[in-house]
């Protein structure tokens, strides 16, 4: 777990910053969305949560996630197999 971390935006140039890391390379669904879910519960609201996974439905399923929970997907990048998703905890 790395917390505080930055990397820098590949589309925009900005430099995108995290609280937390969660890695669920190795997850099948519906376990990346599971630990998201658990590790949201533990933060502060406004915190922002890196999650890596390499999941082909995650594409699918944390956008969902993140939309029917209230949570912000401020964005998401594909690298190779992993991908990546910054998600703000919700205010609620």
Request: net charge negative.
């Amino acid at each position: 777990m790395q917390d505080a971390g930055d990397c820098n935006d590949r589309q925009w140039g900005a430099v995108m910053t995290w609280d937390e890391d969660l890695d669920a390379i190795g997850l099948l669904c519906p376990l990346p969305v599971l630990k998201a879910r658990k590790r949201l519960m533990a933060m502060a609201q406004g915190a922002v949560l890196l999650m890596r996974a390499d999941d082909p439905a995650a594409i699918i399923d944390v956008p969902h996630f993140c939309a029917e929970a209230g949570h912000t997907l401020i964005a998401q990048y594909s690298e190779g197999a992993e991908l990546q998703f910054f998600i703000r905890k919700s205010d609620s």
